[in-house]
């Protein structure tokens, strides 16, 4: 029985970039400290995180004003989401595989 | 919504890791050549995760001779089998809040 595991992507090998993925799948957008909050992780950590899912076109980063203050808010992207899907699905099948 | 990352292990955050353990998950034992063919890996990547995972406790090894010729198999060991199982189940509740 061949255990698949090319279906996993290496860019989401962390458990902190799992973290972000999912956060962003199931919301329209996160900005840092909501997705720092729900992930319970350190500042270097999820900014060291956002900028390589971002440089693997997985994340997006929408910047504007709020009056006078700068807000960037993170966004998952159309190949962010379908990578993630298909990782996830890997995953289930590997999980499957256990029981 | 929090998203739990912490019960993910951080000594199964690669692919080749994920698929070592579950490999040995559902096998008594394997050997080298067994794991290397059922994961399509490379000798060296195999060897050095096997190593990371021996270090964690995670992996046994076992070595005896087959005639003259030296053998050496792998088992989960019971904190192996335990840590994944934790990992696998946060895994799960990730992959199902997705849904």
Redesign the interface.
């Known amino acids: ?3 698949s ?2 279906g ?1 992507h ?1 860019a989401f ?4 970039r ?2 972000i993925m ?2 962003l ?2 919301n329209d957008h996160l900005d840092f400290n909501s997705l720092k909050d ?3 992780v350190t500042d270097g950590n999820l900014a060291s995180h956002l900028k390589g899912l971002e440089k693997e076109g997985f994340v997006g980063v929408k910047k504007r004003f709020i009056g006078r203050k700068p807000n960037t808010k993170y966004v998952i992207t159309e190949n962010g989401r379908e990578a993630f899907d298909d990782h ?1 699905s890997t ?2 099948k ?2 499957n ?2 029981k």
């Open positions: 029985m061949k255990i595991i090319n996993l290496k090998e962390s458990r902190i799992l973290g999912s956060a799948a199931v729900l992930l319970d996830l995953l289930e590997l999980i595989s256990q």
